[in-house]
């Protein structure tokens, strides 16, 4: 099986044998009657849940797609079609937008990684629905009042739903949807003018969206108040991304404002709570509530530089490894006898970012020290079960299909703070004219050296090297070859033939099939091929060498507005 290439060793070490099995399970052990992937398996390998896994295919293809499943993917989103409705899932008879989030997202990214039109059509196609028929006065209704569902006639609603709002901001940057920016900005501003925020800088669960006076008196009957993981975090991380997209100094401020509710209230010397009763006093300190902490806490310092929030993950990191088990692993709670698989993967990812923050060793070495855990303690035959206690023997042997594919994150994180940093904040593209040459080892090593620090490169040319220079070409000049994605001739006629107005003015000019004309069109067709790939592979700084190169990333970077630089020879 072709499996991605990285050229640092990842977190889990540099054995990833287990990664094919993984993938192999997938189309096979892992499909259901429908052809689609199921949910869940007992230990026994009996089936524990056949729902189709169509509401976290968001959390599966992107990894799957790493190890070149692309015909594999592509027949899984065929499949579901039967259990779409508006572009949407529909699950036991209805449409719930907890479990659309995810397969929006994957969508979306399926989109940026294959260039294919029809997945940002569908999720867009699916965002207007939801725009159009989910609001009551201005939070996301999770589904349609029914009276099948006693309690949907409430319209309850979380800020698990605000996590949309990133999608939406994606999917406005990628087609310029105005209506996708108007939704996110009136659904983040409505959750920030909730009374529990304003008094208590935390986003609260709301019981009932058509009164206000009906939501206050339906808490007296419910357990929990706010709820961190998921619902706070998803709207915070949301109202960051709103922040980054507009600058706007009433994003930041509402985020400063839940730093100071989360120290208030779900923040206990380095434990995290998971919810807050209705006396707004936390309860359940979890390590799903510290691992998204320490994520956000990351993403935040990085966004802005702010010292206060990387102390404050440093202080929640501090607290966990003194829980962690001699075997690497942490428990599920500080008190537990029995971990979580997913939970020990993501805290093995936040303290490699906390790590590439401050530089601190212990945070690298404990999650290198976890996800090599992971990979030795949840091993089975049929996958890697649920949960283990202290002792490494099964607490729970459900193999989680989700869970199998959000693992391939261990083999593709690098064991180097720095270079996850990169990897999450900077997309890199590399345009040269002709790729590789004998004659420019110079280009082919500056390449490897980036890769081999983790940062995530995009590899773009126009022309590839013939069979008789290929074959003067290095083992790793080759290696390189084959990332890179060529935008022929073919592409920059097709890139001006789409742009109606480009190919009028081309016309009228009656350009010359030869000549100055000629190589001038095909340069701003290459641009425009370009400037298209650009955008679909979330590149985020393009640098060109050589002249011609240079040209072409110029007009690029015009069309997109993503920076560039260049190398002077």
Known sequence: MTHATKTYEPLCGANISWVDQTVARFQSQYIGSDGLIISALQGNGAIADATPLIADFGDVFPFLHAWNCNAFIEQQISKASAYLKKDLFEHNGFVSLFLNHDWLLGLLELYRLTGNAEYIERATRASHTIINNYFVNDVLVDSLPSIKRPKSLLCPATSFNVGYVELWLELHDITGDELLLEASTRLARTWIETDDFIRH?????????????????????????????????????????????????????????????????????????????????????????AFSVIDFMCDYA?????????????????????????????????????DHLDCNVDMAIALTKLSGINDRRSYLEAAQKTAKAIIAHHRTDLGYCLSVKKDGSPYDSRIIIKFQALMLKLALTP?????????????????????????????????????????????????????????????????????????????????????????????????????????????????????????????????????????????????TGIPYSISVH
């Open 302 to 338: 990085i966004a802005t530089g702010s010292t206060r929030t990387e102390k404050l993950a440093c202080r929640i990191a501090d607290r966990w490894l003194t829980y962690q088990w001699p075997s690497g692993l942490f428990p599920e709670s500080g008190d537990a006898d029995h």
């Open 415 to 559: 064991a180097n703070g720095q270079a996850v940093l990169a990897d999450s904040s900077m997309r890199i593209a590399y345009l040269i004219h002709r790729f590789p040459w004998p004659s420019e080892t110079f280009i082919t090593r500056e390449i490897s050296a980036l890769l081999n620090q983790g940062i995530d490169l995009r590899l773009y040319s126009f022309e590839a090297p013939d069979a008789t220079t290929t074959l003067k070409l290095s083992e790793l000049a080759l290696k390189l070859q084959s990332q890179t994605q060529y935008l022929t001739k073919t592409d920059a006629a097709i890139a001006l033939a789409s742009n109606r107005l480009i190919k009028g003015c081309l016309l009228n000019a009656k350009l010359p099939s030869q000549g100055g004309m000629a190589k001038n069109a095909l340069r701003l067709g290459r641009a425009l091929a370009l400037a298209k790939r650009l955008k679909q592979d979330g590149v985020t700084h393009l640098h060109a060498h050589w002249p011609y190169a240079t040209a072409v990333a110029n007009i690029a970077a015009e069309l």
């Open 201 to 289: 800088g935390f986003f609260p669960r709301i019981l009932s969206s058509h009164s206000h006076h009906l939501d206050k008196a339906l808490r007296f009957a419910s357990k929990n108040r706010a709820l961190l993981f998921k619902d706070n975090t998803n709207c915070i991380w949301s109202i960051l991304a709103l922040y980054q997209k507009t600058g706007e100094p009433y994003w930041q401020e509402a985020i400063e404002c839940w730093i100071d509710g989360f120290e208030t209230h779900f923040f206990n010397n380095g434990d995290v709570y998971l919810y807050l009763d209705q006396s707004l006093k936390g309860q359940s300190p979890a390590l799903r509530a």
